[in-house]
């Protein structure tokens, strides 16, 4: 069976964007030179693949053996294929002609504000998607990983295990939950993986909640206030990815892995902690930093102390955590205004 013919469907379908033909090869095929005659052994299909999640996710399945298809939608890209995830029969259509064996779902509306101003739209995306997905990677034989949140618990009772008593405080966490559960009832060999607040390679400030300081971390002649009352675990996006490519291995050699899992980093803390390792990370002044410990105001309501317990993953051999400093350097060293000092220290 010829592969390419695979990702293409016999007829136009709403909600999916065919890739040029002749282009296929370098759109997913980690081995562009290489021929393919049959289907490749492992497939996976990478929603929300352009997001800050999604790309590290992409990056780590086509690096590590994984014959990879990622999808987006408003943010498509020319090597990602355009899909209408709330389209049911786009994606009864890509899923069947794909076949994947592992779907790692990363789309979401993950702004808790947002889906608290508009809740019909996030259910949409978050929860009916989610359960349509699952239901279709059901009919295929494959395997999905739905991607939750710790905003599924208070913060009242942390640290939190896969199997702790989830009670959301806003309309995110529970679309989250729903989505959880919706999965699970379509597909019950499914796993879902809660995860943090994240960060990593992004491709503006404003992507991710711990890059997004940055600009005031460096303008030291500005005051800026930043919030210490919510404990977090910044979670570098690369170690998730690790970690849900480690799971699609586990899968393949284990077909009753399944279930609820956690995944962060072992470093706990606030926003203000955070902006202060930020400047510790870049030799930066941190004394016009300014800790706000009063809960914050404002109509979304937040868990103040979410710590996830991800040891049950790390019984399994998966894991990986990279060091918050590390991290920083990592992901913000672009966007450095001293970029002679930027070349000296990086270069």
């Avoid at 005659?37 to 053996?65: C, D, H, M, W």
């Avoid at 993986?193 to 404003?206: A, I, K, M, S």
């Avoid at 991710?208 to 030291?220: C, K, L, N």
């Amino acid at each position: 069976m010829n592969y390419t013919g695979l990702i293409f469907l016999a007829r136009p379908v709403k909600g999916v964007q065919l890739i040029n033909l002749q282009t296929v090869s370098s759109v997913v095929t980690p081995w562009a030179e290489q021929e393919v005659p049959e289907v490749p052994s492992q497939r996976a299909l990478i929603t929300g693949a352009t997001g800050l999640l999604g790309r590290a996710v992409y990056k780590e399945f086509r690096a590590n053996g994984w014959h990879t298809l990622g999808c987006a939608f408003r943010r498509a890209r020319p090597n990602h294929l355009t899909l209408d995830i709330c389209n049911p029969s786009a994606v009864r259509r890509l899923l069947q002609e794909f076949k994947p064996h592992v779907v790692v779902h990363c789309a979401a509306e993950r702004r808790p504000d947002v889906v608290e101003n508009n809740p019909q739209r996030s259910y949409n995306l978050n929860v009916a998607a989610s359960a349509t997905l699952a239901h279709e990677t059901a009919e295929v034989g494959g395997f999905m990983i739905y991607i939750s949140s710790n905003y599924v618990f208070d913060g009242k009772s942390p640290p939190y295990g896969p199997h702790s008593q989830p009670h959301p405080l806003n309309a995110y966490g529970r679309s989250k939950l729903d989505g959880e559960n919706a999965v699970l009832h379509a597909l019950p060999g499914a796993a879902v993986l809660r995860l943090p607040l994240l960060y990593g390679e992004v491709n503006e400030l404003e992507e991710s909640g711990v890059t997004v300081i940055f600009d005031r971390i460096q303008h030291a002649n500005k005051s800026a206030s930043l919030d210490d009352w919510q404990r977090r675990q910044p979670t570098h996006t690369q170690d998730v990815a690790f970690v849900l490519r480690q799971m699609a291995d586990h899968w393949m050699q284990d077909k009753s892995f399944c279930g609820i899992y956690h995944w962060a980093s072992c470093e706990m803390m606030t926003k203000y902690e955070i902006g202060c390792a930020m400047a510790d990370a870049f030799n930066l002044p941190s004394s016009h930093l300014r800790a706000v410990t009063e809960e914050p105001t404002g109509h979304v309501q937040r868990p103040r102390d979410a710590t996830l317990d991800f040891s049950a993953l790390e019984l399994l051999g998966i894991g990986q955590h990279t060091p918050l400093r590390i991290g920083l350097r990592k992901a913000l060293w672009p966007f450095l205004d001293d970029r002679r000092w930027r070349q000296m220290v990086f270069h």
